[in-house]
């Protein structure tokens, strides 16, 4: 079956920018079935959609990230990924790959900001 | 933008019924979706579209919507049932695409 498997670094700077890759197996990202998203949860609170993207790379942003926000996709690789610019602390958190309508889901992976 | 409004917690005892509602603006035109979240572990999607439950959830589980609140229902709880809840939907009124509820935090006595 579809798995997804987060990778990146777990710690960023302040002011950098975080990036994250998502890798789908099992499944093609192409299918055009579905969209594929990035979702976060800061320590201790709720969830936060951040984005997603259809195979064809056409994106939706949530509005309160969005000028920091670019998701892309390699459909050779099966892949898509994150970048978060700009950094604070304020985005330390978990931070989750999915599949719209998010029933499957990465173990997510936790990334701190500090310097 | 839209918004869900969960209550923060929620506690049942075992073999009770637990009740967990999602309050949003005419969310019954909505479809809404349920995630169950044990600590540490990513969410899992327990009811989709309102009422209908992904292989492998329990009946127990069980998913209502009308007017301005939607709610899942959990029958005959049990222990391991207790977790975060979130609720979600699909705003295409906005940009803001995705809605998560708050989340809900069941605790079995």
């Known amino acids: 079956q579809v798995q997804l498997q987060e990778s990146g670094p777990g710690l960023v700077k302040p002011s950098q920018t975080l990036s994250l890759t998502c890798t789908v197996s099992?499944?093609?990202?192409?299918?055009?079935?579905?969209?594929w998203s990035w979702i976060r949860q800061p320590p201790g609170k709720g969830l936060e959609w951040i984005g997603y993207i259809y195979y064809s790379g056409s994106t939706y942003y949530n509005p309160s990230l969005k000028s920091r926000v670019t998701i892309s996709v390699d459909t050779s690789k099966n892949q898509f990924s994150l970048k978060l610019s700009s950094v604070t602390a304020a985005d330390t958190a978990v931070y989750y790959c999915a599949r719209e309508p998010f029933d499957i889901w990465g173990q997510g992976t936790m990334v701190t900001v500090s310097s | 933008s839209y918004v869900l409004t969960q209550p923060p917690s929620v506690s049942v005892a075992p073999g009770q019924t637990a009740r967990i509602t999602c309050g949003g603006n005419n969310i019954g035109s909505k479809s809404v979706h349920w995630y169950q979240q044990k600590p540490g572990q990513a969410p899992v999607l327990v009811v989709y579209d309102d009422s209908d439950r992904p292989s492998g959830i329990p009946e127990r589980f069980s998913g209502s919507n009308s007017g301005n609140t939607a709610t899942l229902t959990i029958s005959r709880v049990e222990a391991g049932d207790e977790a975060d809840y979130y609720c979600q939907v699909w705003d295409s009124s906005s940009d803001h695409r995705v809605v998560f509820g708050g989340g809900t935090k069941l605790t079995v006595l």
């Open positions: 099992g499944g093609s990202i192409s299918s055009g079935d579905y969209y």
